[in-house]
């Protein structure tokens, strides 16, 4: 493992305030405000749109629509299907209709004032099941099947089936969207984004601007968060202030007030799920039939790749010999809805933790019993509903240490008795498991490039693709380039992600960035050192007469240089580079990786998606109050898989940081709409994510370092995404707490997020014998 201490490469900065993010970056005094006018209707047709007075307020530079745009007006990151700006109609409420260029906000909301635009509404798809009744949906279907599905379901001894609506959620960076564009000589534009993706930022800006891409070089130093929210939706602002500031010739910026960026913005899909299981009176899962409908919103953005993803975790972790997954994606008139930490896995885990949970009701058994019973073992039970073989099975080891270390059975016992014996507090307790697949599953996509340069006084600049959002990727790049070189990480900088340096890079996403990154700079490092290692031993043999130095026995460590069979034959590393440049050795080299090993076959559902797998668990125990819903999560006991972590404090940080978000996804963050199709929750105080009062009293986190059987960098693990969906183990503690009300003898009525409207319904229906619970004997009927 790595040194424990490591800590964030701009820890001091962001502490001291010096830490540049978009709005900071100094700009002269020609700075233009860009301001997005939006649509007011979720779906009506643009009957007539005038500018002429918007365009005389004094300090107005620029007022474009459609018309003015001089490339491509298309947006999409794999489907062209969303316009830049609104043309003949609008298709969701926030819509771009119209991008106004100013010297101050107040100019821009005066230009706003006078624009005229007649819309004539139209009827608006605002609900799953809307679009499933008006067969609006985006692209076809998608399965994976496995075994015999309906024969199983039929002569099974226990079926039951069921439906699970889970929710949206916003992405609450702090760091809103924000883009600011400065023209260059020619057509040239410099584009400073808040982006996952500056690739795919510099293609959208290029083609909206009609100009190659050679003439667009993105940059982002740093995000401030971004948890998939910027992977492909930071384009849209991008290329919004790219316009205005090719239309006015000056350094144009926009960045939204958070009111504006939650009701422009996509996010986490909502699902609805409908399932059927089948089981056996040990409660071992014999087959599995899910039905998986999103939202997509108005434009399909991500939203197959993410439905692909819920669809391939749709397992989790449990083998299942007769499985069927079908995705379809729904098409409504809301904003397209994008990536979130996890990227529809959360959504799938769900699902078939529903099942799991409510086989151990049906049966009278634990949950514990029942998931350890269906745990992906070896030989016959080791390969997924996609055919991909498991390799490396951390399951029983973390499900054996966590269950002693959390004293799950003793606590069960104290549950089940306090429950007993209080009527208007019930406590829950859930131990749940992630399984969650590493590598973008567009298998071309597992690529990264690096750029790394030492210079004469021994001081390493490292360029890469992958982009910091305050997850540690720079720290971790960092500290690669330092290992592999063997010197101290102060000599290390890595400079800010830029197109220019590394072309044709992949999203920050897929909890990859570090894997392709890390290799890639691996890959750099070992070229340059190839040079040194060849130039150094004909200098070590020419000033000493013994045996010649042989390459092989050159080794980088402590800041020297050194001959392992000579140790007298040594150089400081920094003399070293002095010396190689003045011998004429190259300094700098491109690093490449891919990869090794995956490939996915989308059609036919079938083939290894996934490098290896990242595992993990996590016990929560809750005390929900039975009069108000309200509940306090007790303790949380957490054991995650990090592999040879490469810092094991921001691994830490990452774990903690994604339970507690998903705690916000599985309790309090409840995104709604009216039925016009406005968010209603669009304001820290309408959308409640976790506070600092929200978090476990008692939270234990720790890390199982077994290196990964795959060969990664440094034989470590992804860890961004992962954890969240260790957060379902709070909300099903939530349940187990509320299905005490009725003595476990009937399957709540629970949704996600369990709300306290939630957790109240579902108590006073169990009060009242109105939940609906298929008797075991159920047989599901063709």
């Known amino acids: ?71 491509r007006n298309e947006m999409g990151p794999v489907i062209k299907d969303e316009p830049c700006l609104a043309e003949n109609e609008v298709i969701c409420i926030g819509q771009a209709v119209v991008l106004i260029a100013a010297e101050t906000l107040e100019q821009c909301r005066e230009a706003e004032r006078k624009i005229r635009i007649e819309y004539e509404p139209l009827d608006p798809v605002l609900s799953i099941e809307d679009a499933i009744a008006k067969n609006s949906f985006l692209g076809k279907p998608a399965a994976i099947e496995r075994g015999k599905v309906t024969e199983s379901l039929k002569s099974a001894p226990h079926t039951f089936r069921g439906e699970l609506r889970t929710g949206a959620q916003e992405h609450w ?191 009278h058994k634990d949950p514990l019993e029942v998931r350890k019973l269906n745990f992906y073992g070896t030989d016959s039970r080791n390969t997924t509903h996609y055919e991909q073989t498991i390799e490396h099975n951390l399951l029983p080891p973390i499900h054996d240490r966590l269950v002693t270390s959390s004293d799950y059975w003793s606590r069960r016992k104290e549950v089940n008795l306090f429950n007993a014996q209080n009527e208007f507090y019930k406590k829950g307790l859930a131990l749940t498991p992630v399984k969650f697949g590493i590598s973008f599953t567009t298998t071309f996509l597992n690529q990264a490039g690096a750029l790394v340069h030492v210079y004469k006084d021994g001081t390493i600049l490292v360029n890469q693709g992958g982009t910091e959002m305050g997850q540690g990727q720079f720290t971790k790049m960092l500290h690669v380039a330092a290992r592999e070189f063997g010197v101290t990480p102060d000599r290390v900088k890595v400079n800010a992600t830029n197109t220019s340096k590394v072309p044709n890079t992949s999203a920050s996403a897929a909890s990859a960035t570090a894997d392709l990154n890390g290799m890639a700079v691996k890959n750099a490092v070992a070229t340059i050192k190839a040079r040194i290692v060849d130039a150094l031993a004909n200098h070590f043999s020419m000033q000493d007469t013994g045996s010649p130095s042989q390459p092989a026995n050159i080794v980088f460590e402590n800041n020297e240089i050194f001959d392992r069979e000579h140790p007298n034959r040594r150089i400081a590393f920094a003399t070293a580079m002095d010396l190689m440049h003045r011998s004429q050795v190259s300094l700098s080299a491109t690093g490449y990786y891919r990869t090794p090993g995956i490939g996915w076959d989308k059609a036919a559902g079938k083939g290894k998606p996934f490098f290896y797998y990242a595992y993990g668990m996590a016990v929560t125990e809750v005390l929900v109050d039975a009069l108000t819903g309200d509940h306090k999560i007790l303790r949380a006991d957490i054991l995650h898989d990090v592999g040879d972590s490469l810092a094991p404090g921001i691994d830490l940080g990452q774990i903690e940081g994604g339970f507690v978000q998903g705690c916000g996804w599985v309790t309090t963050e409840d995104v709604r709409w009216d039925a016009k199709g406005n968010l209603l929750s669009h304001s820290p105080d309408t959308y409640k ?69 939630v957790v109240l319904l579902a108590m006073e229906k169990l009060r009242h014998g109105q939940s609906k619970s298929a008797p075991k004997s159920e047989k599901i009927k063709s």
């Open 1 to 71: 493992m790595s040194n424990p201490n490591i800590t964030h490469e701009s820890a001091a900065l962001h502490v001291s305030g010096e830490a540049l993010y978009i709005d900071d970056i100094p700009v002269h005094e020609g700075l233009l405000t860009g301001y997005v006018v939006s649509s007011p209707h979720a779906y009506a047709r643009i009957k007539s749109l005038d500018l002429a007075d918007a365009r005389k307020v004094p300090g107005v530079f620029a007022i474009l629509s459609a018309k003015d745009i001089p490339g």
């Open 173 to 363: 960076y702090l760091e809103t969207q924000s883009c600011l564009c400065v023209p260059g000589e020619g057509k040239e534009m410099f584009v400073c984004s808040s982006t996952q993706h500056p690739s795919e930022t510099q293609t959208a800006v290029a083609e909206v601007l009609g100009i190659g891409k050679h003439d667009v070089v993105v940059e982002v130093r740093r995000m401030g968060g971004g948890f998939g929210g910027k992977e492909t939706q930071g384009n849209h602002y991008a290329c919004w202030a790219a316009l205005l500031c090719n239309a006015a010739k000056r350094p144009v910026k926009i960045c939204l007030d958070r009111d504006k960026d939650m009701i422009i913005t996509g996010k986490r899909h909502r699902f609805l799920s409908k399932y059927e299981a089948a089981f056996d009176g040990d409660g071992r899962l014999l087959a599995v039939n899910i039905d998986l409908f999103s939202d997509g919103g108005c434009a399909t953005d991500l939203s197959h790749a993410i439905m692909e993803r819920a669809m391939l975790h749709a397992d989790n972790a449990y083998f299942v010999p007769n499985f069927r997954v079908v995705g379809k994606v729904c098409k409504t008139n809301l904003p397209s809805n994008t990536a979130f930490r996890g990227f529809g896995g959360p959504q799938g885990m769900a699902v078939i933790e529903t099942i799991v949970d409510r086989v151990a009701r049906e049966l």
């Open 689 to 757: 994510i976790p506070t600092v009062c929200d978090i476990p009293a008692d939270f234990r986190v720790a890390t199982i370092d077994i290196p990964n059987g795959a060969e990664t960098i440094g034989r470590s693990k992804a860890v961004g995404e992962p954890p969240l969906m260790l957060s379902l183990s709070l909300w099903l503690a939530i349940k187990d707490a509320v299905s005490a009300v009725g003595n476990h003898a009937a399957e709540p009525e629970f949704s996600l997020p369990a709300t306290n409207e």
